[in-house]
């Protein structure tokens, strides 16, 4: 099988997952999840006119020719209903928030007036109509839908909806997800230290990618690299909604993650992927389970991990945004490319007053995840490009922060 392009295959596994159903969820409860029904707003906000300033509400003819003295009328707090209508001359004190008294179509901010007894005041500045006034429904209307399905939960949402008095809603299900290590070599957490042995960083490394996404995924631990000892892991694995299984799905003798996966049923779509690194990527399906075979080198395990499992993941959760926001920065130095896979080079970033800069985090051997530990970003060379001069502008999808639905982390 030849090797696939970065978009190709990334598009074969988007369209291989799907959402798996809804729950409800208390709002308490709802941060990072992803809505799964549209929410309307139930009242109008503000419910009527109100200031937006702590001053004196006016009728905005009567203060064209400021300095101008009105008599106050009334005091209206936040919670309060006004009960006097302004007249020419008059003006009520109003706090902000507090309804905006009949006859009045202005606000004057405190700064602006001077205050000269308790019944007078000195306006100084004249306004328009409308000045600091929030208009009725200006934050929302009734009935307006306010967030639409596919929506992720954030703190800002969260304020939305218990300002609807959203209690519980529907959000998407998250996937299950299971994680297996695979070697011979590989030490576990609790083995004791071997110097002839490959401490397992990939199952927490990966563990972690999977918790940033909203997901506690199952540690299934290390398979020796024995077919019949593997297939008792990758069964257990089968019964979750994603597997990810690092190491063995190279070429190599001893790699049988390939020939056990297709053997317990999973239909492969891909093995072989045109990036480096991560390009003995592995993807099949089952009716219930998406399975990743992930290049056991801990880096490329992450890359693909990025690329690939965390939109697949996105998706299945709902979200209507499966990719991380990349920026543009002009390199600090050369750098190198081979013409036909697609490269994610780990870039730290600074900025100088034309915009980001990135460097490279030292070796980029897939193996040393020292260089991943310290990237912000992961500089992406096109599969086609030959190779990046110093000064010139590369694109670089940020390892954290916000996702957005139109910025792939490559390009076709
Ligand atoms: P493989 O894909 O099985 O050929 O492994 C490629 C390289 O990744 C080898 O050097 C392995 O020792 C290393 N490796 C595989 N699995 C892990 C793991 N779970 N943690 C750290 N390194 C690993
Ligand atoms: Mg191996």
């Known amino acids: 099988m030849e090797h696939l392009q970065v978009s190709v295959a990334q598009r074969i596994v988007l369209e291989s997952v799907a959402t798996l159903g809804v729950e ?231 790699d049988y993650v390939r020939p056990t996966i297709e053997k317990l049923g999973v239909q492969m779509k891909f093995w072989r992927v045109a990036m480096k690194p991560g390009h003995p990527l592995a993807f099949g399906t089952t009716n219930k389970t998406a399975v990743f075979g992930l290049p056991g080198n801990p880096v490329s395990s992450m890359v693909c991990v990025e690329e690939f499992v965390a939109p697949a993941l996105r998706q299945m959760m709902g979200n209507s945004r499966l990719h991380r926001r990349t920026v543009e920065a002009s390199l600090a130095h050369d750098i190198k490319h081979q013409i036909g896979r697609t490269e994610f080079v780990r870039a730290q970033l600074t900025r100088n007053a034309e915009g980001y800069v990135a460097s490279t985090t030292g070796t980029q051997s897939s193996g040393v995840l020292l260089s991943m530990a310290k990237a912000d970003g992961l500089l992406i060379i096109p599969a086609e490009s030959k190779g990046l001069a110093a000064g010139e502008q590369a694109t670089v999808q940020l390892l954290d922060g916000a996702v957005f639905q139109d910025e792939a982390g490559f390009r076709e």
């Open 24 to 254: 409800s969820v208390k709002l308490e409860q709802s941060l990072g999840r992803v809505l799964a029904e549209s929410i309307c707003a139930n009242r109008d906000l503000p419910p009527y006119d109100v200031s937006a300033m702590d001053g004196f509400a006016v009728r905005s003819a009567d203060v064209m020719n400021a300095p101008v003295t009105l008599e106050i009328i009334e005091d209206i707090k936040a919670g309060d209903m006004p009960t006097k209508i302004v007249q020419a001359g008059q003006c009520s004190r109003i706090m902000t928030g507090a309804p905006l008294p009949q006859g009045a179509d202005a606000v004057i901010r405190v700064e602006d007036t001077q205050v000269e007894s308790h019944t007078s005041v000195q306006i100084v500045k004249a306004v328009k109509c409308g000045n600091d006034v929030r208009s009725q429904g200006e934050g929302m209307k009734t009935g307006e839908v306010v967030l639409l399905a596919g929506t992720e939960i954030t703190p800002g949402v969260i304020g939305i909806l218990a300002t609807v008095k959203a209690a519980h809603f529907a959000v998407y299900r998250r996937p299950r997800v299971a994680i297996l290590s695979t070697g011979n070599e590989l030490e576990g957490m609790d083995d004791p230290v071997d110097p002839n042995k490959i401490p397992d960083s990939n199952t927490y490394a990966l563990m972690a990618q999977i918790q940033a996404l909203g997901i506690a995924p199952v540690l299934l631990g290390i398979a020796r690299d024995d077919p019949i000892e593997l297939e008792q892991y990758l069964r257990r694995g089968l019964e979750f909604d994603v597997l990810l299984v690092s190491g063995g799905t190279s070429v190599g003798v001893h």
